[in-house]
């Protein structure tokens, strides 16, 4: 079955660094998304992206973060100058078209953790 | 801002029982609901949703109750098995968006 991949599974970087998740989407998908978990917190959604644009997103989602789909396969999240609160479990989730009808699919996520 | 409120943290129930998860929501203009399971370790997977015309959508074990009036949801089990025992979220969305709102989360245990 396919299923979203992201690495890496634990990314650890000090305050200030940049850092760069990484996802690969279920290939015949169209929209992706990222969500993040603070430790215990619940799932925020910070982004969703289809044709190669941002189609929507949140709060959290500030002029740190930025997303990109660098080739037909990979949809990466980059933090620019990591803070303590970025801290989070980021998960990477896709669906072949957008809207609560059809199914995301989420990929294992990546633990970041600042220090 | 809590707009998708799941009040109990924790819900333990006995293997063959009916587990009953509940989630609240205050924004009127959410029009479409799920439910999720995610294991430790483990990205969220998707169990069931509903659309706000239905009040209740079945799939096997699972069955998702929708009450629109009191901006209530629930998700029944049936019956338990140690197998789900995980965390439960609900997520709420509005059509002609892609904003999913999640709720806070569930712990449920299935204890056989």
């Known amino acids: 079955e396919p299923e979203v991949t992201q690495t890496p599974s634990h990314q650890v970087t000090q305050m200030g660094q940049e850092v760069i998740l990484r996802c690969v989407p279920i290939s015949n998908h169209l929209y992706f998304y990222w969500y993040r978990q603070i430790l215990g917190q619940k799932v925020e959604f910070l982004v969703s992206f289809y044709n190669n644009e941002i189609s929507e997103k949140s709060e959290i989602f500030d002029d740190q973060f930025s997303v990109e789909r660098p080739d037909g396969s990979n949809f990466t999240l980059k933090i620019r100058s990591t803070k303590l609160e970025d801290s989070a479990m980021y998960f990477c989730?896709?669906?072949?078209?957008?809207?609560?009808?059809?199914?995301?699919?989420f990929g294992p996520g990546t633990r970041l953790t600042v220090t | 801002d809590q707009q998708v409120k799941q009040n109990s943290p924790s819900l333990s129930v006995q293997e063959g029982r009916i587990s009953i998860l509940n989630c609240d929501y205050t924004?009127?203009?959410?029009?479409?609901f799920l439910w999720y399971k995610k294991y430790p370790a483990e990205g969220p997977t998707f169990l069931i949703s509903i659309s706000s015309i239905k009040d209740k959508n079945e799939d096997g074990r699972f069955t998702v109750f929708l009450n629109k009036s009191a901006k209530h949801l629930s998700l029944h089990i049936v019956p338990s098995q140690p197998g789900d025992s995980a965390v439960y979220f609900c997520?709420?969305?509005?059509?002609?968006?892609?904003?999913?709102?999640f709720g806070t989360g569930t712990r449920l245990k299935v204890l056989a």
């Open positions: 989730a896709s669906s072949t078209q957008g809207g609560g009808h059809y199914e995301q699919y």
């Open positions: 997520a709420a969305l509005t059509s002609g968006t892609y904003k999913y709102i």
């Open positions: 924004n009127s203009m959410f029009d479409y």
